[in-house]
């Protein structure tokens, strides 16, 4: 399996790094939507270990050969710490060399297998723990937002499904967060109704295009390919596209009025740590 993701992986950055050099001769409007769904299916592909090719897949990828041996201390006490069992190995020129039975020899590509599966380990108890620890903090901190100003926004939205608002003093701007039930998080901030109002259709789209779930594949795929760098900056490149066109789909019918209003807006959330 690692083979194939690293097969994969390859073939995706030869990608990531063609889309970032032809967005630059692209409308800037244009290049943005395109990449939202591009961005979309390569994070699907780096996560599907399946080479589609008939006969051979684009980018092939030869075992090393290579051995590693690993010495494993003997613990009897029957065995005398002089003497050591040893194992007659036939060479491939035929020539028997000794090994020491107690010597566990492993292939380099099986040895990279395994620090792979632990980079994914790890990178897993990372996020896992930062969500948990995050769910926690706030959670005493949570009071509930009636908000008819919201309730009217979700309906012209036409979103029925149940979302919550809560405020909330340990964060610095707005947020959405939970994969199941979502809610939507609002620090203490004195804003306007119109302020308001644009906000939480910026939120409101976000969770409308389940761009939660986007970003949680991602977060999986720079998790399985942490020892890509593409894929860091792709899931990083991603993140600011899927910021960029919830803003044109918000902005879509508004006038130059209030789309000023909504840069302004912008403006002030970023100064607190982003929207």
Avoid at 26 to 51: A, H, Q
Avoid at 216 to 229: D, E, I, K, Q
Avoid at 255 to 261: A, G, N
């Amino acid at each position: 399996m690692f083979k194939t993701f690293l097969e994969i992986s390859l073939a995706m950055s030869i990608i990531i790094l063609f889309i970032i050099v032809i967005s630059k001769f692209l409308d800037n409007k244009y290049k943005i939507k395109w990449r939202y769904f591009i961005w979309l299916l390569i994070t699907i592909r780096l996560l599907v270990p399946i080479n589609y090719t008939a006969n051979k897949p684009a980018i092939s990828i030869n075992e090393p050969k290579t051995e590693i041996e690993i010495t494993v201390p003997i613990l009897d006490k029957n065995i005398e710490s002089t003497s050591s069992k040893i194992e007659q190995v036939t060479n491939e020129d035929n020539t028997e060399i000794s090994v020491p039975a107690n010597n566990k020899v492993i292939s380099l590509s099986k040895a990279l297998e395994i620090i792979w599966k632990l980079g994914i380990a790890v990178f897993v108890l990372f996020y896992l723990i930062n969500y948990i620890a995050f769910n926690i903090k706030i959670k005493k901190h949570l009071k509930i937002l009636d908000s008819k100003l919201f309730e009217k926004v979700k309906n012209e939205m036409k979103i029925k499904r149940k979302i919550e608002v809560y405020r909330c003093d340990l964060i610095a701007s707005p947020m959405c967060i939970g994969f199941i039930k979502p809610k939507i998080i609002m620090p203490y901030i004195e804003y306007t109704n119109d302020e308001l109002e644009l906000i939480f259709k910026h939120e409101l789209t976000h969770l409308k295009r389940f761009d939660i779930w986007y970003k949680l594949l991602l977060v999986a795929s720079n998790t399985v390919h942490w020892f890509n760098p593409f894929v860091y900056i792709m899931k990083k490149l991603a993140n600011r596209d899927i910021e960029y066109t919830c803003d044109d789909i918000v902005t879509r019918n508004l006038s130059l009025s209030q789309r000023k209003e909504y840069s302004r807006v912008i403006l002030k959330t970023m100064e607190r740590g982003g929207m």
